[in-house]
């Protein structure tokens, strides 16, 4: 299967702690996104990557917030000093430059407690 | 302000009947797609509509793009219950953005 792959499926961690997640894009696609969902809305965005340069982060995400994705390969999304409101599904889709079609992950699903 | 309005917010049908989802903006497009999504997945595309006035198909779903690139309709023919989930629309303003999705329910 080379579909996108996210990594862990789910993450439970308490208030404070720092929490990473990977994803493992389609190899050949050069655009990664980060989305956040909570129960019933659409994907919102966070940041995107075109290779390895990060081309746009959403004005709300916090400066807890930082994404990498070294040699335009796979991508890691780190929060820090997680809060509650963290809360919800993290999904990352790739895409190929110019064509608006991005093939999801399984998402993430972070519980903060 | 949502780049993209859906509606109805919530659709729910009795297995067999017709449903319709409108998916509406004030900028113009150059593409658009529209994604499936069930709980605890991730969206799966289901279609890319790109011409104004396209029409495309696939099997009991039928998806237009309006004359003008800004809005797009889902119609749903003769519904079943595994057509139940969240669908969404979204544009490639050179960024993909969505809509906050419509949660259709098919009762069997």
């Known amino acids: 299967d080379t579909g996108v792959s996210q990594d862990p499926r789910h993450k439970i961690t308490k208030r404070g702690q720092n929490v990473t997640f990977r994803c493992d894009p389609i190899s050949e696609h050069n655009r990664l996104y980060w989305y956040r969902q909570t129960l019933g809305q659409g994907p919102e965005f966070l940041t995107y990557?075109?290779?390895?340069?990060?081309?746009?982060k959403s004005r709300l995400l916090s400066d807890r917030f930082s994404a990498e994705r070294p040699k335009g390969s796979f991508s890691t999304l780190e929060i820090q000093r997680t809060e509650q409101g963290d809360s919800a599904m993290y999904l990352c889709a790739s895409s190929l430059e110019g064509i608006g079609e991005a093939f999801f992950g399984q998402g993430t699903r972070l519980t903060v407690v | 302000t949502q780049l993209l309005e859906q509606s109805p917010q919530f659709l729910s049908i009795q297995e067999g009947e017709n449903l319709t989802v409108y998916c509406n903006s004030s900028s113009v497009f150059s593409s658009l797609q529209w994604y499936r999504q069930e709980p605890g997945e991730g969206p799966v595309l289901l279609v890319t509509v790109v011409t104004g006035g396209e029409v495309k198909k696939l099997k009991r779903l039928t998806f237009q793009f309006g004359d003008a690139r800004k809005d797009s309709s889902l119609h749903i023919t003769a519904a079943q219950p595994g057509d139940t989930g969240l669908y969404l629309c979204?544009?490639?303003?050179?960024?993909?953005?969505f809509g906050a999705g419509t949660t259709v329910t098919v009762r069997a």
């Open positions: 990557f075109q290779n390895e340069a990060q081309l746009e």
């Open positions: 979204a544009a490639n303003d050179y960024k993909l953005s």
